[in-house]
Protein backbone atom coordinates (compact mmCIF):
# COMPACT_ATOMS: atom_id res chain seq x y z
CA UNK A 1 0.00 0.00 0.00
CA UNK A 2 1.12 3.32 0.89
CA UNK A 3 4.60 2.99 1.93
CA UNK A 4 4.72 7.10 3.23
CA UNK A 5 2.07 6.91 5.49
CA UNK A 6 2.60 8.59 8.38
CA UNK A 7 1.21 7.19 11.93
CA UNK A 8 -2.29 9.13 13.32
CA UNK A 9 0.14 10.56 16.14
CA UNK A 10 2.79 11.85 14.82
CA UNK A 11 0.77 13.37 11.69
CA UNK A 12 -1.06 15.53 14.40
CA UNK A 13 -0.04 19.42 14.66
CA UNK A 14 0.61 21.57 17.15
CA UNK A 15 -2.74 22.61 17.75
CA UNK A 16 -3.93 19.15 17.56
CA UNK A 17 -5.43 18.26 20.97
CA UNK A 18 -3.91 14.25 22.27
CA UNK A 19 -6.55 13.80 25.50
CA UNK A 20 -4.02 10.92 26.65
CA UNK A 21 -0.66 13.15 25.94
CA UNK A 22 -2.46 15.88 28.00
CA UNK A 23 -3.51 13.80 30.87
CA UNK A 24 -0.34 12.11 31.29
CA UNK A 25 1.22 15.65 30.93
CA UNK A 26 -0.84 16.65 33.69
CA UNK A 27 -0.22 14.03 35.83
CA UNK A 28 3.62 14.67 35.31
CA UNK A 29 3.51 17.94 35.89
CA UNK A 30 1.09 17.18 39.31
CA UNK A 31 3.73 14.83 40.41
CA UNK A 32 6.33 16.98 40.00
CA UNK A 33 4.64 19.65 41.82
CA UNK A 34 4.60 17.48 44.71
CA UNK A 35 8.24 15.98 44.55
CA UNK A 36 9.06 19.85 44.30
CA UNK A 37 6.82 20.78 47.07
CA UNK A 38 7.90 17.78 49.61
CA UNK A 39 11.62 17.73 48.70
CA UNK A 40 12.51 21.24 46.99
CA UNK A 41 10.49 23.96 48.02
CA UNK A 42 10.81 23.70 51.92
CA UNK A 43 14.58 24.22 51.60
CA UNK A 44 14.54 26.60 48.80
CA UNK A 45 11.70 28.93 50.91
CA UNK A 46 13.90 28.39 53.94
CA UNK A 47 16.95 29.65 52.16
CA UNK A 48 15.02 32.55 50.75
CA UNK A 49 14.07 33.40 54.04
CA UNK A 50 17.28 33.01 55.50
CA UNK A 51 18.65 34.97 52.94
CA UNK A 52 15.98 37.80 53.19
CA UNK A 53 16.85 37.80 57.11
CA UNK A 54 20.36 38.17 56.59
CA UNK A 55 19.65 41.13 53.88
CA UNK A 56 17.61 43.00 57.14
CA UNK A 57 19.66 42.10 59.17
CA UNK A 58 23.02 43.79 57.12
CA UNK A 59 20.78 46.98 56.36
CA UNK A 60 19.95 46.98 59.99
CA UNK A 61 23.85 46.60 61.00
CA UNK A 62 24.34 49.08 58.16
CA UNK A 63 21.64 51.84 59.40
CA UNK A 64 23.07 51.39 63.24
CA UNK A 65 27.12 51.85 61.50
CA UNK A 66 25.73 54.78 59.83
CA UNK A 67 23.94 56.42 63.04
CA UNK A 68 27.25 55.35 65.02
CA UNK A 69 29.29 57.13 61.90
CA UNK A 70 27.38 60.20 62.04
CA UNK A 71 27.72 60.37 65.77
CA UNK A 72 31.06 59.85 65.83
CA UNK A 73 31.48 62.70 62.99
CA UNK A 74 29.19 65.14 65.19
CA UNK A 75 31.65 64.12 68.16
CA UNK A 76 35.00 64.97 65.60
CA UNK A 77 33.69 68.39 64.61
CA UNK A 78 32.88 69.18 68.05
CA UNK A 79 35.90 68.44 68.88
CA UNK A 80 37.59 70.42 66.21
CA UNK A 81 35.61 73.19 67.36
CA UNK A 82 36.17 72.96 70.83
CA UNK A 83 40.41 72.81 69.61
CA UNK A 84 39.79 75.41 67.38
CA UNK A 85 38.30 77.53 70.30
CA UNK A 86 40.84 76.41 72.48
CA UNK A 87 43.81 76.71 70.19
CA UNK A 88 42.05 80.76 69.50
CA UNK A 89 42.25 81.02 73.21
CA UNK A 90 45.91 79.63 73.85
CA UNK A 91 47.12 82.25 70.34
CA UNK A 92 45.11 85.32 72.15
CA UNK A 93 46.75 84.10 75.78
CA UNK A 94 49.96 83.78 74.06
CA UNK A 95 49.81 86.75 71.75
CA UNK A 96 48.52 88.80 75.57
CA UNK A 97 51.56 86.90 77.62
CA UNK A 98 54.23 88.38 74.53
CA UNK A 99 52.69 91.84 74.44
CA UNK A 100 53.31 91.73 78.17
CA UNK A 101 56.77 90.12 78.40
CA UNK A 102 57.33 92.87 75.62
CA UNK A 103 56.13 95.56 77.98
CA UNK A 104 57.84 94.33 80.68
CA UNK A 105 61.52 94.07 78.52
CA UNK A 106 60.85 96.98 77.16
CA UNK A 107 60.10 98.40 80.72
CA UNK A 108 63.16 96.89 82.24
CA UNK A 109 65.64 98.19 79.36
CA UNK A 110 64.33 101.92 79.79
CA UNK A 111 64.91 101.32 83.51
CA UNK A 112 68.51 99.88 82.57
CA UNK A 113 69.58 102.57 80.06
CA UNK A 114 68.15 105.10 82.75
CA UNK A 115 70.34 103.19 85.42
CA UNK A 116 73.68 103.45 82.83
CA UNK A 117 72.81 107.26 82.37
CA UNK A 118 72.55 108.07 85.60
CA UNK A 119 75.25 106.35 86.19
CA UNK A 120 77.31 107.46 83.28
CA UNK A 121 76.55 111.00 84.39
CA UNK A 122 77.87 110.53 88.25
CA UNK A 123 80.93 109.04 86.73
CA UNK A 124 81.60 111.90 84.30
CA UNK A 125 80.65 114.37 87.46
CA UNK A 126 83.07 112.14 89.62
CA UNK A 127 85.58 112.09 86.96
CA UNK A 128 84.96 115.77 85.69
CA UNK A 129 85.36 116.61 89.93
CA UNK A 130 88.75 115.18 90.18
CA UNK A 131 90.15 116.54 87.25
CA UNK A 132 89.35 119.92 88.81
CA UNK A 133 90.79 118.89 91.94
CA UNK A 134 94.03 117.75 90.57
CA UNK A 135 94.26 121.17 89.30
CA UNK A 136 93.56 123.03 92.55
CA UNK A 137 96.74 123.45 94.74
CA UNK A 138 96.04 122.64 97.90
CA UNK A 139 96.79 119.67 99.98
CA UNK A 140 93.32 118.24 100.58
CA UNK A 141 89.88 118.12 98.47
CA UNK A 142 86.43 116.57 99.09
CA UNK A 143 84.24 115.95 96.75
CA UNK A 144 80.00 116.51 96.91
CA UNK A 145 80.88 116.16 100.54
CA UNK A 146 82.88 112.80 100.99
CA UNK A 147 83.40 111.83 104.20
CA UNK A 148 86.50 112.69 106.29
CA UNK A 149 88.95 109.44 105.86
CA UNK A 150 91.37 109.65 108.87
CA UNK A 151 94.09 107.72 106.89
CA UNK A 152 95.06 109.95 104.27
CA UNK A 153 97.95 112.49 104.52
CA UNK A 154 96.56 116.08 105.93
CA UNK A 155 98.47 118.77 104.57
CA UNK A 156 98.88 121.62 102.16
CA UNK A 157 100.85 123.70 99.39
CA UNK A 158 101.79 127.59 99.30
CA UNK A 159 101.26 129.31 102.56
CA UNK A 160 100.15 126.22 104.94
CA UNK A 161 103.33 124.58 103.99
CA UNK A 162 104.75 121.72 102.44
CA UNK A 163 104.35 118.97 105.27
CA UNK A 164 102.12 116.00 105.33
CA UNK A 165 100.87 114.49 108.48
CA UNK A 166 99.79 110.80 109.26
CA UNK A 167 100.12 107.98 106.65
CA UNK A 168 103.47 107.27 104.88
CA UNK A 169 103.72 110.74 102.92
CA UNK A 170 103.61 111.83 107.39
CA UNK A 171 106.78 109.51 108.32
CA UNK A 172 109.04 110.62 105.21
CA UNK A 173 109.61 113.92 106.58
CA UNK A 174 111.38 112.55 109.47
CA UNK A 175 113.72 110.46 107.25
CA UNK A 176 116.86 111.32 105.58
CA UNK A 177 117.92 109.32 102.92
CA UNK A 178 121.31 107.96 102.12
CA UNK A 179 123.28 106.02 99.01
CA UNK A 180 125.04 103.72 99.77
CA UNK A 181 127.88 102.04 97.13
CA UNK A 182 129.15 98.55 97.27
CA UNK A 183 132.24 97.81 94.85
CA UNK A 184 130.82 95.81 92.03
Known amino acids: ?3 LAVPPVLAAGIMDLNPGLTLWTAITFL ?33 KERE ?6 AQQKDS ?22 RQQLTAQARKEADDLVVTARKTIEEERAKAVARRMRT ?4 IN ?12 YKQ ?3 TR ?17 LPG
Open 31 to 63: LLILVLSKYAFGPIVRMLDERERTIRDAIDQAR
Open 139 to 142: GQVD
Open 68 to 73: EAERLL
Open 165 to 181: ERGRWGLEEFLETKSIQ
Open 160 to 162: SGN
Open 80 to 101: LVKAQREASELAKRSQQEMEAF
Open 145 to 156: GAAFNTEAPFGG
Open 1 to 3: MNA
